[in-house]
């Protein structure tokens, strides 16, 4: 079973910041958090991944909480190519995907 | 294109035909993984190959059968399929085990 619990759906305003949450209360100290997210029938697309700290990149920013069980994805300025599936995993080598999140941006 | 490519990108066989899926990466990664995504389903882990050697095998009926020949090319071999198994099969690989997946855009299987 998936480690880690999303929120089913969310709605965002183009333009806005989109705030994605994951639950991940039982991670392991040497288990990393990931996130990719999977556009209608295509592989899917490394977003960031981090351990303790908070990252950034260029097509987003990860906080993870001090104790490391959650996190939230944030995409700054969504656009409506941002809509698709968003999965926050947690492990090492061996990723077991949940449900994910259904991003939906709206114009 | 990802740097993961998958081949072919559609096919449909019949439950009593053979068909091979198959995979290559140049990124120089050394871990090659295959999942399968059935429709409305999460991606299910199937098999882990790190340096060539398979590592996990999650419970997957032996009427798919993964071949690794070197760090670059990741096969699935099927045989005497269900309908059941149609699903999109992707493939991805990683620079080493703990690291981000780089996948590939999958093949969309048919079982007729």
């Known amino acids: 079973d998936a480690k880690t619990t999303q929120p089913p759906s969310m709605d965002c305003a183009e333009g806005r910041a989109a705030n994605l949450p994951c639950n991940h209360s039982?991670?392991?100290?040497?288990?990393?958090v990931y996130w990719y997210r999977q556009i209608h029938s295509q592989g899917p697309q490394y977003i960031i991944h981090?351990?303790?700290n908070n990252e950034t990149n260029e097509m987003a920013s990860l906080i993870i909480t001090e104790d490391r069980k959650s996190s939230t994805l944030i995409l700054p300025h969504a656009t409506l190519r941002d809509t698709a599936v968003y999965y926050c995993i947690v492990g090492t080598y061996k990723y077991i995907f949940g449900t994910g999140t259904r991003l939906k941006v709206l114009a | 294109e990802t740097g993961v490519t998958q081949t072919p990108r559609h096919l449909v066989m019949g439950m009593t035909n053979k068909k091979s899926l198959k995979c290559e990466q140049h990124?120089?990664?050394?871990?090659m993984y295959w999942y399968k995504q059935s429709a409305k389903k999460p991606l299910e882990l199937m098999f882990v190959?790190?340096?060539?050697?398979?590592?996990e095998n999650n419970s997957v009926p032996s009427r798919f059968s993964p071949e690794c020949p070197n760090s670059s090319h990741l096969f699935l071999h099927l045989h005497t399929l269900q309908p059941e198994d149609s699903a999109l099969y992707l493939c991805?690989?990683?620079?080493?085990?703990?690291?981000?997946?780089?996948f590939g855009s999958g093949t969309r299987l048919t079982v007729v």
């Open positions: 990124l120089g990664h050394n871990a």
């Open positions: 981090g351990l303790k």
């Open positions: 190959y790190s340096l060539e050697e398979r590592v």
């Open positions: 991805a690989s990683s620079q080493q085990t703990g690291d981000g997946y780089t």
């Open positions: 039982t991670i392991s100290g040497n288990e990393y």
